[in-house]
């Protein structure tokens, strides 16, 4: 069976279009929900709009934010230690990432705190979160995992389950 060019050229618009629409309806939850930065270079603005100043320039990918409002394709966000400002949707990943906070964080091996240390993450560490539950989140830095306890990071609310 033959398949023309523009056939196939339609299809991979098509699966392009669902993959942008699947994240920007990842990015349009009700908040405050958290979220990570999805691009090598960010630039946090004080307005919803290009127009508006920008206030900071991130350079940190899959640092996390906390989405506190929604204008259009525009977020407000709140970053790690409380700065606020205005980020373009496309900027953004629904991917849920923490950084580690306050002390040196033992990454266990199961989430209870006698399990065995697989790893320690330094405070300012960010990695990828998963499996939260009864205080107790998976956390994977560039495949190194364990368990952390939900109280050393940042990224994930008390009692939030995943």
């Known amino acids: 069976m033959r398949i023309s060019g523009s056939i196939i050229a339609a299809c991979?618009?098509?699966?392009v279009a669902a993959s942008v629409s699947g994240d920007a309806n990842a990015q349009q939850r009700k908040t405050p929900y958290y979220a990570s930065i999805s691009?090598?270079?960010?630039h946090m603005r004080t307005g919803p709009g290009r127009n508006y100043p920008i206030s900071w320039l991130y350079q940190r990918r899959n640092l996390p934010i906390r989405v506190v409002d929604i204008y259009q394709d525009w977020r407000k966000v709140e970053d790690p230690d409380g700065t606020q400002g205005?980020?373009?949707?496309?900027l953004l990943s629904a991917a849920r990432t923490a950084m580690v906070t306050d002390t040196i964080a033992p990454m266990r091996?199961?989430?209870s705190a006698s399990a065995s240390i697989n790893w320690r993450a330094v405070p300012g560490v960010v990695?990828?979160?998963?499996d939260c539950k009864r205080g107790w989140c998976w956390f994977d830095v560039d495949g190194r995992g364990g368990y952390v306890e939900q109280s050393h990071l940042?990224?994930?609310d008390p009692g939030?389950?995943?």
């Open 109 to 111: 091996n199961s989430p």
């Open 86 to 90: 205005w980020m373009q949707v496309g």
């Open 154 to 156: 940042w990224g994930v």
């Open 39 to 42: 691009a090598g270079k960010a």
């Open 160 to 162: 939030e389950e995943l």
């Open 12 to 15: 991979a618009a098509i699966a």
């Open 127 to 130: 990695g990828k979160i998963g």
